[in-house]
């Protein structure tokens, strides 16, 4: 499992472990998204499918990094995904009416910009109630990964404006950089 996320949900005393695991699918099975339970942080039970993606789903392949949150009394899943030929990686959000899922879509596709290279987003609710996605812009497209942020409509579905830039990496002192020639500037 790679990019592990474990949400704690008190109401159950209960540990939901969520992460890449099935990012491509396997054989003739599509990528999906599982869930461990348990009690504690050390014992676990599964993996449970929390997301089977429906026919006609945008997100085809590379399944990444899920984080679950609780908004509203409903479950969110923001997660990214690669979308067909031609269309670039982004992250969506998913539901559902418990951390275990089943997730459904929920955004209306990425809420990263389409014509970006995204992936990673993570939730974030300021002290005045604005709800935001944090997430990179990744750096397979930029050359230095930068560190974004959208504000999210109130009900989750899309973006609300331009995203702004928290983070550039080229502008950090501890920056180094690939000694490869074939990536160099």
Same mark, same amino acid.
């Given at each position: 499992m790679r990019d592990p996320f474990v949400f704690s949900y008190p109401v159950e005393n209960k540990y939901?472990?969520? +992460?890449?695991?099935? !990012? =491509?699918?396997?054989?003739?099975?599509?990528?999906?998204?599982?869930?461990?339970?348990?009690?504690?942080? %050390?014992?676990?039970?599964?993996?449970?499918?929390a997301f089977q993606p429906p026919k006609g789903f945008w997100g085809v392949r590379h399944y990444w990094a899920p984080e679950v949150f609780e908004i509203d009394g409903k479950f969110y899943m923001f997660a990214s995904f690669k979308g067909g030929i031609g269309e670039h990686?982004?992250? +969506?959000?998913?539901? !559902? =009416?418990?951390?275990?899922?089943?997730?459904?879509?929920?955004?209306?596709?990425?809420?990263?910009?389409? %014509?970006?290279?995204?992936?990673?987003g993570t939730f974030y609710e300021d002290e005045e109630?604005?709800?935001?996605?944090?997430?990179?812009?990744?750096?397979?497209?930029?050359?230095e990964g930068k560190i974004k942020a959208t504000r999210l409509t109130?009900?989750?579905?899309?973006?609300?404006?331009e995203s702004i830039e928290i983070l550039? !990496?080229?502008?950090?002192?501890?920056?180094?950089?690939f000694g490869d020639p074939r990536i160099e500037k």
């Open positions: 939901y472990l969520f +992460g890449t695991t099935f !990012a =491509d699918g396997i054989g003739d099975q599509e990528p999906i998204f599982e869930v461990y339970v348990g009690d504690d942080l %050390e014992n676990w039970e599964g993996p449970y499918v990686r982004g992250t +969506g959000i998913l539901v !559902a =009416d418990h951390p275990a899922g089943p997730y459904v879509p929920h955004s209306n596709g990425a809420i990263t910009p389409k %014509e970006w290279e995204c992936l990673d109630g604005h709800r935001w996605m944090i997430y990179c812009h990744e750096w397979t497209q930029e050359f109130e009900d989750l579905k899309e973006s609300k404006g550039n !990496a080229a502008h950090m002192k501890w920056i180094r950089y």
